[in-house]
Structures are given as structure tokens and as C-alpha cells.
């Protein structure tokens, strides 16, 4: 285990010479905050704490005499890094003489694991935690497979230089992630009788996340194709993604917000979706020979015209109108379809 600690120095008291310090275990501070981390203090003369105005932390108690502990209530890392919080330290005597000294709250960089696999995390503007890497992870009872008919997670693909090839290196696929159908997203194969109520749903994703729901991605995205009803949704120019000058949400403006988004591709009507970006369709060089359409995997259902479900499907497409790519929610059937999946953080 990691220990933070720091020596408080000595309180300069008649007799021996007193010594002090403060420290707690590193990994046991959450980086999703609104947790109590204990910290420990050492010392054989009176201390107080404090915390700077400007400093999310809530201390108790915050003074004390000899050994003892408080609890720190330690805010979200809404950063991209490691993020350290200050609090003041005094050691005293009943003389009057003291000590000051700075100590530091460490709070991780956020990040998931599931299975064996560390992903990125990016806090973004919705007020929701996202995944910034596409999932790679195989459930027990699954394995990858490279035949869309019979596979419900499939290997993720290449279309570089116009060829089309799988990609099964361990590297590559932690990169891309593997596609996946709804009945591997879910957990369950999709119906007419359960496609209403999915929303949120955990599926795939680990305790206290779920797939992304219509809404979590339209505060993203901000255009969708029509509702279950049929009425026409508004396009939201304040969407996260938007783009004010392109007039839409881009992939570009993801990325420039962290979300990273890979263009893995997609497979739809149980076939590989192989047509590739290329220079009359981007003008970003890094997306040129990617896939040209990547769907996102979405919990919200709505049932077709004759009574199929479906799922919205938030989707990556390029044209010359989208040069930097449009990012949009579609809808897609259940059947055939296998996608990329990105986990959100319940609120």
C-alpha cells in the first residue's frame, strides 16, 4: 500500500523533543469522490487544521491533542490529472510556540477497470463521468468472433488503404475495443416486450454505470433522428459537441473535449460496414482510411413501424457537408447490429 505522509516538525516544548506527522493510504482515496478517507496524526502536542477557502475538502474534527484521526471528505476529480488539495497543519504548545506546515490530499486521476483492463476517464460538461476509450472487455460464457452471423462480440476491423482486414492484435483491439451486439451490451436479447425499458440500464457496464441512455447522449450530440412518437427533435446548439460554426456536433470537438472518439466502424445487418473516410469526405488527415461509420451503443428502444424493436443508435459519419465529422442519434434494428460501447457514470 502507498502511504502520503509529512513530517510536521518538532514543537520546540521544554523536555524531550516532540515530533510530529499526518499520513493515510493513498488507495484509499476514491477519485469519484464525496467519500471519508481517514487520515492518521501523530503528534505529542496540540494541532489544528486548516482548509483554504478555495479548497473542496471537509475536515473532522479539525483540532486535537496527541495521537489521533480525522475524517476528509474528499470532492470528484472532475480533471485529467492527478489532482492534489492543500489543507494547513499547526502544532502548538501550551507555551505558545508552534509549528505550521503544509500537507496535501491526493485525488487520482480518473480511470475503470473492468475485467483486467484499465480505461480512461473524462469528466465532461454534462456533469456526467464518460468512458474516453472504447470497451475491450469479453464476459464470462463469450469469446470474440469474426463471423457477424454467429458472433454477438465481434473482432473490430481495419480499412486502411482500402483493404479490409480484422484486427486481433491485444494492443490494437485495447485501442479500438470490440464490437458489440445488444444481446452482449444488455445482457439480454432485445424484444418488443422489453425494448421500452432499458433505459439506464446497466448491461455490460460495472457497478454504478450504465450504457447511455437517448438523453445522456442528445446533451452530448444535441440532434437526433425522430422519437417514438414521430415528432421532430430541435437540434440543441448547446449540446457538448456542438459545433457552432460547422452548425452540427463534431467528432473533432469530442476529441478537443477528451471524449476520444475512435472510429471503430460498425457491423449492420450482420455485415461488416467496410466504406473508409477518405479526402473528399474529411479534411482532418487523422481520419482519413478510418471507418466511416461508427455507431455508439445506446439503452433507449423504440419500436419500428411494424412493431420491431429497435435501438437509437448514436453514430460517427463523414461527407463532404461533414468534413470533421458529424456526430448524430440514429436508430438502428437489434438484429444484425454490433457497436462500439462507452459506459456513463450514474448520477
Not at 475536515?59 to 476529480?77: F, K, M, Q, R
Not at 465481434?154 to 458489440?180: R, W
Not at 445506446?298 to 468534413?323: H, K, R, V
Amino acid at each position: 500500500m502507498a502511504f502520503a505522509s509529512f513530517v510536521l516538525a518538532s514543537c520546540n516544548e521544554l523536555g524531550p523533543e516532540p515530533y510530529g506527522a499526518v499520513y493515510y493510504n493513498k488507495s484509499d482515496v476514491p477519485w469519484d469522490g464525496q467519500y471519508q478517507v481517514e487520515v492518521y496524526i501523530e503528534a505529542n502536542c496540540n494541532w489544528q487544521l486548516t482548509v483554504p477557502d478555495d479548497v473542496d475538502l471537509v475536515i473532522e474534527p479539525l483540532s486535537g491533542v496527541g495521537d489521533g484521526s480525522v475524517a476528509v471528505t474528499v470532492p470528484a476529480n472532475t480533471t485529467n490529472e492527478e489532482l492534489a488539495l492543500p489543507f494547513g497543519i499547526k502544532m502548538y504548545n501550551d507555551d505558545g510556540q508552534y509549528v505550521e506546515f503544509t500537507a496535501q490530499m491526493y485525488i487520482p486521476k480518473p480511470s475503470l477497470t473492468i475485467g483486467e483492463l484499465e480505461y480512461g476517464v473524462v469528466y465532461l460538461e454534462d456533469g456526467h463521468f464518460w468512458m474516453s476509450e472504447p470497451l475491450a472487455y469479453i464476459p464470462l460464457g463469450y469469446s470474440a468472433s469474426s463471423d457477424p452471423t454467429t458472433g454477438s462480440i465481434l473482432y473490430p476491423y481495419s480499412v486502411k488503404g482500402g483493404t479490409f482486414s480484422l484486427i486481433k492484435d491485444v494492443e490494437e483491439i485495447k485501442a479500438n475495443g470490440y464490437l458489440y451486439k445488444p444481446e452482449a451490451f444488455l445482457n439480454m436479447y432485445v424484444t418488443a416486450e422489453n425494448c421500452l425499458k432499458l433505459e439506464k440500464y446497466q448491461g455490460i457496464c460495472p457497478d454504478g454505470w450504465h450504457i447511455p441512455s437517448w438523453s445522456d447522449w442528445y446533451g452530448l450530440m444535441g440532434s437526433s433522428c425522430n422519437l417514438a412518437d414521430g415528432s421532430k427533435v430541435v437540434d440543441n446548439n448547446k449540446a457538448i459537441f456542438w459545433n457552432s460554426d460547422l452548425g452540427y456536433a463534431s467528432v473533432l470537438k469530442a476529441n478537443e473535449k477528451g471524449f476520444n472518439s475512435v472510429l471503430s466502424g460498425s457491423v449492420l445487418g450482420n455485415e461488416y460496414q467496410k466504406d473508409a473516410v477518405n479526402a473528399s469526405t474529411s479534411d482532418e488527415l487523422d481520419f482519413i482510411g478510418k471507418p466511416a461509420t461508427t455507431y455508439f451503443a445506446c439503452s433507449t428502444g423504440i419500436l419500428s413501424e411494424d412493431g420491431e424493436p429497435q435501438l437509437f443508435m448514436p453514430m460517427a459519419t463523414f461527407s463532404d457537408n461533414y468534413l470533421k465529422g458529424r456526430l448524430s442519434i440514429g436508430k438502428a434494428n437489434c438484429d444484425g447490429s454490433a457497436v462500439q460501447v462507452r459506459c456513463v457514470k450514474n448520477e
